[in-house]
Antibody, heavy 118, light 108 residues
Framework: EVQLVQSGAEVKKPGESLKISCKGS????????IGWVRQMPGKGLEWMGI????????RYSPSFQGQVTISADKSISTAYLQWSSLKASDTAMYYC???????????WGQGTLVTVSS | DIQMTQSPSSLSASVGDRVTITCRAS??????LNWYQQKPGKAPKLLIY???SLQSGVPSRFSGSGSGTDFTLTISSLQPEDFATYYC??????????FGQGTKLEIK
């Protein structure tokens, strides 16, 4: 079974750093793009960026360029999303998802809730 | 950037109704259009890819159509489990995928 399993919920203070993870299993991790999607409380889906673990080619939405870093460690089939200095406005659910074919996402991880509060 | 606009933003319907949700792209995206369903507290689920291909395991009452800039998701006969929020997503621009703002389907 193809699965993406994300790391658990996080509670952080403004200014702190954070790295959340997304571990793939049941398929060749290096052969598919992995995307990250933000969903702020009560809001819609926002595409953040995407990485190809095979060669670490990474693309960012202009809205998130410079705000987050996407990376991957193919030796452990894991993709990451990280912040160097969190803001309260980063409070959201973050999903990873595997990109297939011409860019549709399936499956999705279960989501990681990030709460940033002083 | 390619903008995706869904209509309506919300919709009330009854079990058994036929429902259509529309998604419009700001420029032609050929058939690079995908649809997802999201229920409260859950991750999105792929329903339709490449505008009209039904994802494996998705009931046949769901269908998609369109190409270029105008697309539709149709549910032929609403079931209780279909009340959710639906999103379109364009995958034409390989460095900048975008989602529509969502359509919340509620029980009338």
């Amino acid at each position: 079974e193809v699965q993406l399993v994300q790391s658990g919920a996080e509670v952080k203070k403004p200014g702190e750093s954070l790295k959340i993870s997304c571990k793939g299993s049941g398929y060749s991790f290096t052969s598919y793009w992995i995307g990250w999607v933000r969903q702020m409380p009560g809001k819609g889906l926002e595409w953040m960026g995407i990485i190809y673990p095979g060669d670490s080619d990474t693309r960012y939405s202009p809205s998130f360029q410079g705000q987050v870093t996407i990376s991957a460690d193919k030796s452990i089939s894991t993709a990451y999303l990280q912040w160097s200095s969190l803001k309260a406005s980063d409070t959201a659910m973050y999903y990873c998802a595997r990109s297939q074919g011409y860019g549709w996402f399936d499956p999705w991880g279960q989501g990681t809730l990030v709460t940033v509060s002083s | 950037d390619i903008q995706m606009t869904q209509s309506p933003s919300s919709l009330s319907a009854s079990v058994g109704d036929r429902v259509t949700i529309t998604c419009r792209a700001s420029q032609s995206i050929s058939s690079y259009l995908n649809w997802y369903q999201q229920k409260p507290g859950k991750a999105p689920k792929l329903l339709i890819y490449a505008a009209s291909s039904l994802q494996s395991g998705v009931p046949s009452r769901f269908s998609g159509s369109g190409s270029g800039t105008d697309f539709t998701l149709t549910i032929s006969s609403l079931q209780p489990e279909d009340f959710a929020t639906y999103y379109c997503q364009q995958s034409y621009s390989t460095s900048m995928y975008t989602f529509g703002q969502g359509t919340k389907l509620e029980i009338k």
